[in-house]
Each structure stands twice: as structure tokens, then as C-alpha cells.
């Protein structure tokens, strides 16, 4: 059997009746949203082995379009089954096997011992594929006798999983999404809806993800079933302008990228199974769980018994529980602390899980361990001024290999009074007065609100740089302004409310001046966190993309010396959305939406520096290393926080 299917909008509904969350399609586009796809239906695309009981290609696109003219299976490999003999696991192309096809399905019978064989049969129809596994004999197999697995390539694309339940051993239970970026996402559901399990085994040297379904006891009376079906996100609740969902559908979930089991565990250079990080084989990082909260925010519900709440709920529970110190500071990655944003990163998440869910009775629980992580950034603020200092001094020529900075933007040297931190730090602390308000804690809430009112007031006064009118990106110990005009820090400034709005319009005035004079105009790649050269004094030494001149010329538009990566300018489109620029930030939304339908964010896992592109030149080269970063995914909340009654629910803590 070899062919691909695609379904009609009426098809697909038909087939996710059971409850697959769908989303309809809008009516025909107008000349000017020449950004949006061409409206088409799903694609799945499969070949069945003629000879040998294996499906070496499988891939699909939910949205219509030619990605899935690429397998996403290991070149050389397929999905198949394996057997356990004793000891050992057996192939099942290693099994005797008898294979009959036609256009639709093919059905192989493995031969497993003298009184058992294994029936699998594999089916396409509109849209979806269906397999269902049955012993014939006289012998049963046993639960735990039995696999499937689906050797994915992540240098295509990162697959991963979205699980209704992980379980604390790594395991998790169906249904499930997988998720494959940039192609879509399918919907497995099995029967018995209790008899499978699954896992996810990764190695971030050998480029391999595979997904392990445990199948359960197979005898005479009993069938297997599992399904795949495209899951489609609904628009997120009170979204107006759903044309922009639908340009920004295909990549939503790409910032969602649960771990994979990889690397020698209980050394810090590994992950566990099912942590939001980087990629599915790449690093979990606290300071940026922020980033797939906040888009969790908007669509809590993969599919109907798949919540991606539980996911953010999990790497919170792992970053409080298992990644923090007594004195409360919170690990960023690997055994790496220093970072202020780290601390910040759970509390932001605890806050969009219990606005997402209204789970209560789990932020009353986890509450002492959020104070901790909280306290911990109050007794950072030094000089009791309202800023918090980080343990880096941010002075030139300090920023030496191993270490790392106090922030996401880990290779240049920001310290001290962080401008990106403490934006974050005074959001955190209001989510965290906010959910003691849910608890009726009126002395905790009315602490936290203290610290940030207090933060706020001494925001601008220190951080304003009176040369440029702008928000300089940190001031060191030795009291000097570190300013490489950073959109990032300025966008943070605004967007949270840390400058006053006419302030903010003359800061926003004077930055798309800047890049008209610079004669940046690659919008459809975002807009670059710095405009000027980082001086070599102030990046990481040794370090990617660090200048050998001090001016930084070398290498600006390299990695952290001015190269880009979409997610972080969420911050300074939100922006201008909040101050009333918003045909400046839609053009450049319109831009890069229509990038991430055509060419996309990524190249697959590379792990190898400059040919990710998770960063790139403002010409558009790869200057990146992890290939595929899903934080660059943050940049489409810009499509829910152009809306001003949505803008209103996000921002609602920084209001108090």
C-alpha cells in the first residue's frame, strides 16, 4: 500500500465527532491577507513495505500543504514491532511474515511461535490512519511482550508528544498528540482506551526520537486499535480576527516541545522524560518555561482529553520541587544558576496554569514553594532601591567561559541592574500577589504588590539612559550604562507598563527610526534584539559569535551580537499594540507569519554552531545551533495580544 489522503472540512468533522477539538476554515481571502495559506484539507501520507511487515514512510500536513512530501521517519527505518524473546527484543522484520496489499491497506501476519501469530493490519482512509493488532492461535501475548515503535527523525522536524497523563516513572498513557512542528499534529486514541502506554526515548548525539507503545495482552478475543486523526486548534476564546489564527495555526504548537528521555540521567547535562524544553533531545530551561506558559494560556486543550495545562503544571512541579535550592534560587540549565530570569519562570507559569484552569487547590499547594522562589529575588534587590541585582557585576571584560550571564540572552554580559530581568522579576511578583489574592492572603499579596510598585519606581530612573531616550539594557556595579539599543528590553519596558505611554511612544518612535536609518527591512525574520555591535567586552569569552575587535563590528548579526530569533520581539509588538501602534507591528506580524507558512522558523535539531536557524544574519543565514528552538514560537501571541480585550486578561495582574 502506497498513497497519501487528504479529507474535506465535512470529512474531517465526521471524523473527530468522537471530540477532537476542530477548527473551521474562514471564507475565501481578500487581496490584502495574500499572508494566509490557500485554504485546503489535511494531508496524510503513507507507504507500507511489500515484503517485510514495516511502514518506512509516514508523514502528513494538517494544513494542506507539500511538507508532507518528507518523511518524518529515519531514513533506513519504520514504524514496525518488536517482540520479546526471553531476554532480548526481536525485530519484526526479522520474523517470519506473510504480506497481502491493496490500494487502501495492507495486512502482515507475523509468525511469533508455533501457536501464536500477530495480525496487523494498516489502513488509510480520508484524512487518518488506522491499525488494529490481533493474535491468532492458540497462545496469548503477554502484556509487556509487545511494541510499536515510530522512529522519528528529528532533523526534520522535532516529533514529540502530548500526552493525556505522564506519569512520574516517563511513561504516559493515550490518547495523545503527535506533534511533528511546522507539519501538524495527529490525534492517537486507542482501544482498549487503558491498554496502551507509551515512551519517549531520545539520544541528542545520534539525532533519534522514538516513540515506544507498549501494547497490552493480545489473545483470540481480543483486538488492538489505534488511530490517527489531524488535530486542529480552535481559536483561542474571544479571538476576533481568526484570519490571524489561521496564518499562525500550523505553528502554534511548536512551542510545546516536551523532552525526551535523553543523556546519562542524574547528570546535569541530560533530561528527563516529558519536561518543556528547547527542543524534544535538547536542554529544559527555567527562564524560558515562561514562554510555553503563556502560550498555553491561550489554548489549555490539545484535543479533548489531551491538556497542555497538565504540561506547564509538570515542568513547574520540576523546576520548584526537584531544581531549586533551599535558598529558593531556581537552577536555569544544567547545574547553571545565576540567573534572575530563572526564578521567574515558575512563578509566571504557576499564574497562567491557575488563570488557564482554576486549579486552586494546586497553587494553595505548591504556594510555599512559590514564596521561596519569590523571596529569593527580594533579598537579590542589595541596595534596597527596588531593583533586583544580580550576582554578576555587568562590568566590561568580567563575562568569562564557564559562566554564564543573569538572563536569557546567556553569552552577553548583563548583570547587575538587569533591565530584561527585573521587567520579568516585576511581572512575577505581580502574578504572585495575584494568585495570593485567589487565596484570600491579603499580607502575602499586599507584600509582593510592595516589592513591584517599589521595583517600578525605580525602574526608569535607573535604566533610562539620557543620551538615547531609551531603556539601556543593564547599568553595572561600577555605575555604568551598558546600551546596545536592545527592542527587547524597551519592548518588556512598555509592554508591562514600567514606562508611562508617552514615554513609550517616543522610545518606539526613535527605534523604528533607528532601523529605518540602519536599512533593516527583513521583517519576515523578526526584528534583531540589539541594533548595535556588542562590544567584545561585554560578550561571553569564549563564546558563539564573540567579536575578536572590541567594537563588536566582526561579528554583529552573529548569534547574541545582533543576529535574530523571532520569539523574543513578541515583546516589543506587544508593544507598540498597547501604545497604539498597530499598523506597525501588524506589518511586521504579517511578515513573519507568512515566513513561518513558507520557509518556517527551523531546520530540524542541528545541534551544531552556525547552522541553526533559530537565530540568523538580518539576511536571513543561519547563526544558530539548536536548528529548532521553541521559544522562537512566542512571537505568535502577538496574533492574541493585538486584541485589546485579550491584552486585558494577560495583562491584568500588572494592574493592581
Not at 15 to 23: F, K, S
Not at 210 to 226: N, Q
Request: net charge negative.
Amino acid at each position: 500500500m502506497s498513497g497519501s489522503s487528504t479529507s474535506n472540512r465535512r470529512d474531517f468533522l465526521r471524523a473527530c465527532a468522537a471530540g477532537l477539538t476542530a477548527a473551521g476554515f474562514p471564507p475565501v481571502l481578500a487581496a490584502r491577507d495574500r499572508f494566509l495559506p490557500a485554504e485546503s484539507s489535511p494531508l496524510l501520507h503513507l507507504e507500507a513495505d511489500p515484503k517485510r511487515p514495516l511502514v518506512p514512510v509516514l508523514s502528513w500536513d494538517t494544513e494542506g500543504g507539500s511538507r508532507a512530501r518528507s518523511n518524518l521517519l529515519r531514513s533506513g527505518a519504520g514504524v514496525g514491532v518488536r517482540v520479546r524473546e526471553g531476554d532480548r527484543w526481536l525485530d519484526g522484520i526479522e520474523l517470519p511474515a506473510e504480506v497481502h496489499s491493496s490500494a487502501e491497506s495492507t495486512r502482515y501476519r507475523l509468525q511469533l511461535t508455533p501457536g501464536c501469530s500477530l495480525r496487523w493490519d494498516v489502513t488509510v482512509s480520508p484524512g487518518a490512519l488506522a491499525m488494529t493488532l490481533a493474535a491468532e492461535g492458540s497462545e496469548a501475548i503477554l502484556p509487556g511482550s509487545l511494541e510499536m515503535v515510530f522512529p522519528f527523525d528529528p532533523m526534520v522536524t522535532p516529533t514529540t508528544v502530548l500526552p493525556s497523563l505522564w506519569r512520574e516513572n516517563g511513561g504516559f498513557d493515550a490518547p495523545l498528540v503527535i506533534s511533528s512542528p511546522d507539519f501538524g499534529q495527529m490525534l492517537l486514541r486507542t482501544s482498549p482506551a487503558a491498554g496502551v502506554t507509551g515512551r519517549l526515548e531520545g539520544d541528542r548525539e545520534k539525532h533519534t526520537i522514538d516513540l515506544v507503545l507498549e501494547l497490552p495482552r493480545l489473545d483470540g478475543g481480543s483486538v488492538c486499535s489505534l488511530s490517527l486523526s489531524p488535530a486542529m486548534l480552535e481559536a483561542p476564546v474571544g479571538l476576533e480576527d481568526e484570519s490571524f489564527w489561521r496564518a499562525a495555526r500550523r505553528g502554534w504548537y511548536n512551542a510545546f516541545q516536551p523532552s525526551a528521555r535523553w543523556g546519562a540521567q542524574g547528570r546535569p547535562f541530560s533530561a528527563p522524560a516529558g519536561i518543556l524544553a528547547n527542543n524534544v533531545i535538547s536542554d529544559p530551561c527555567s527562564f524560558s518555561l515562561v514562554f510555553y506558559a503563556d502560550h498555553m494560556l491561550w489554548t489549555p486543550m490539545a484535543a479533548e482529553g489531551v491538556p497542555v495545562a497538565n504540561l506547564v503544571r509538570r515542568a513547574a512541579e520540576f523546576w520548584l520541587v526537584q531544581r531549586t535550592h533551599t535558598t529558593g534560587e531556581v537552577v536555569g540549565y544544567w547545574d547553571y544558576v545565576n540567573f534572575l530570569d530563572a526564578n521567574t519562570g515558575p512563578l509566571v507559569a504557576a499564574w497562567d496554569y491557575a488563570e488557564a484552569t482554576g486549579d486552586l487547590a494546586w497553587v494553595e499547594k505548591s504556594v510555599p514553594n512559590l514564596e521561596l522562589v519569590g523571596d529569593f529575588l527580594a533579598r537579590r534587590d542589595q541596595d534596597l532601591d527596588g531593583l533586583v541585582e544580580a550576582t554578576q557585576s555587568g562590568n566590561a571584560g568580567t563575562l568569562l567561559g564557564p559562566d554564564r550571564s543573569c538572563n536569557w540572552f546567556d553569552a552577553v554580559n548583563h548583570g547587575h541592574k538587569d533591565a530584561y530581568s527585573n521587567a520579568l522579576i516585576y511581572r512575577a511578583w505581580r502574578c504572585l500577589a495575584d494568585l495570593e489574592a485567589r487565596l484570600h492572603r491579603d499580607e502575602q499579596r499586599l507584600r509582593y504588590s510592595r516589592l513591584a510598585d517599589k521595583l517600578k519606581a525605580a525602574y526608569s530612573r535607573v535604566l533610562l539612559n539620557p543620551e538615547t531616550g531609551w531603556i539601556a539594557g543593564w547599568r553595572s556595579e561600577d555605575g555604568k550604562l551598558h546600551d546596545y539599543a536592545s527592542p527587547v528590553a524597551n519592548g518588556l519596558a512598555i509592554e508591562y507598563g514600567l514606562v508611562a505611554p508617552d514615554l513609550g511612544r517616543r522610545i518606539l518612535n526613535r527605534f523604528w527610526a533607528k532601523m529605518d536609518a540602519a536599512g533593516f527591512q527583513r521583517f519576515d525574520l523578526g526584528i534583531p534584539p540589539n541594533l548595535e555591535p556588542i562590544h567584545r567586552s561585554d560578550y561571553l569569552q569564549p563564546g558563539l559569535g564573540c567579536p575578536q575587535r572590541e567594537d563588536g563590528t566582526d561579528t554583529f548579526q552573529q548569534y547574541e551580537n545582533g543576529g535574530i530569533t523571532a520569539g523574543q520581539i513578541l515583546h516589543f509588538l506587544a508593544a507598540n499594540y498597547r501604545v497604539g501602534y498597530g499598523d506597525k507591528a501588524d506589518r511586521v506580524l504579517r511578515a513573519m507569519l507568512r515566513r513561518q507558512q513558507e520557509d518556517g522558523f527551523e531546520n530540524g535539531v542541528q545541534n551544531a554552531y552556525p547552522h541553526g536557524i533559530d537565530w540568523t544574519t538580518w539576511e536571513g543565514k543561519p547563526c544558530g545551533y539548536e536548528g529548532y528552538l521553541a521559544d522562537v514560537y512566542y512571537f505568535l501571541q502577538a496574533v492574541v495580544l493585538r486584541e485589546p480585550a485579550l491584552r486585558d486578561r494577560y495583562y491584568r495582574p500588572l494592574k493592581a
